[in-house]
């Protein structure tokens, strides 16, 4: 299964508080603009979504990852670490602290290098933070989307991709920028070219 990795996260979010969209901030991480528009309308968990392309019947389904692991944003604790945002008592699984994985002074290295000032790059950085235990408080509450793609032909399957991201949001901008349909397409044009080879 294809993750995403701490690296690409971080590239990501940097993208997106210079005010870039998320797909914008996909595209660059793709390194290219892709330009594509898919034939259906964006999904939703539990929405199976099916139609014919290329030749091939795909089918793409949207669940929750259950074995996601969040370890790039952070950890839960009641032991403080560097720049540990506290919360509430008795809420989300009772642990006292968020303990980010990257720190304000690591996030700030990164905006300073993009030529912000000090005061500016520290703003952003403790901001960035912040937000990262937004996002771990909202992955503990619904779960992040866990996507797959399969394509077939006479009811046989064929090509399979599939891909974690971060939020419900972005599901049709990963099915697009990191090409699920094309890899499940090229995955079932290939078995069927080695059946083919066999006669």
Same mark, same amino acid.
């Given at each position: 299964?294809?993750?995403?990795?701490?690296?690409?996260?971080?590239?990501?979010?940097?993208?997106?508080?210079?005010?870039?969209?998320?797909?914008? @901030?996909?595209?660059?991480?793709?390194?290219?603009?892709?330009?594509?528009?898919?034939?259906?309308?964006?999904?939703?968990?539990?929405?199976?979504?099916?139609?014919?392309?290329?030749?091939?019947?795909?089918?793409?389904?949207?669940?929750?990852?259950?074995?996601?692991?969040?370890?790039?944003?952070?950890?839960?604790?009641?032991?403080?670490?560097?720049? @540990?945002?506290?919360?509430?008592?008795?809420?989300?699984?009772?642990?006292?602290?968020?303990?980010?994985?990257?720190?304000?002074?690591?996030?700030?290295?990164?905006?300073?290098?993009?030529?912000?000032?000090?005061?500016?790059?520290?703003?952003?950085?403790?901001? @960035?933070?912040?937000?990262?235990?937004?996002?771990?408080?909202?992955?503990?509450?619904?779960?992040?989307?866990?996507?797959?793609?399969?394509?077939?032909?006479?009811?046989?399957?064929?090509?399979? @991709?599939?891909?974690?991201?971060?939020?419900?949001?972005?599901?049709?901008?990963?099915?697009?920028?990191?090409?699920?349909?094309?890899?499940?397409?090229?995955?079932?044009?290939?078995?069927?070219?080695?059946?083919?080879?066999?006669?």
């Amino acid at each position: 299964m294809k993750t995403f990795t701490f690296q690409t996260y971080k590239m990501f979010r940097l993208s997106r508080y210079e005010t870039r969209t998320a797909l914008d @901030a996909f595209r660059l991480l793709k390194a290219e603009q892709t330009g594509k528009t898919l034939p259906y309308p964006v999904l939703s968990l539990g929405h199976d979504t099916c139609f014919k392309w290329q030749n091939y019947i795909i089918h793409i389904k949207v669940s929750i990852d259950e074995s996601a692991d969040y370890s790039w944003l952070g950890e839960w604790s009641d032991t403080p670490e560097v720049d @540990a945002v506290p919360h509430e008592p008795g809420n989300h699984y009772t642990y006292n602290y968020f303990n980010p994985t990257y720190t304000v002074a690591e996030y700030q290295q990164d905006y300073s290098q993009r030529g912000y000032s000090r005061h500016e790059s520290w703003l952003l950085a403790k901001n @960035a933070v912040y937000n990262d235990y937004q996002r771990m408080l909202k992955y503990r509450d619904s779960g992040s989307p866990y996507i797959e793609v399969t394509a077939s032909k006479q009811n046989v399957f064929l090509g399979h @991709a599939d891909m974690s991201t971060w939020d419900w949001e972005d599901i049709e901008e990963t099915i697009i920028n990191y090409g699920l349909i094309e890899s499940a397409i090229t995955e079932a044009q290939a078995k069927l070219n080695s059946l083919c080879s066999c006669f």
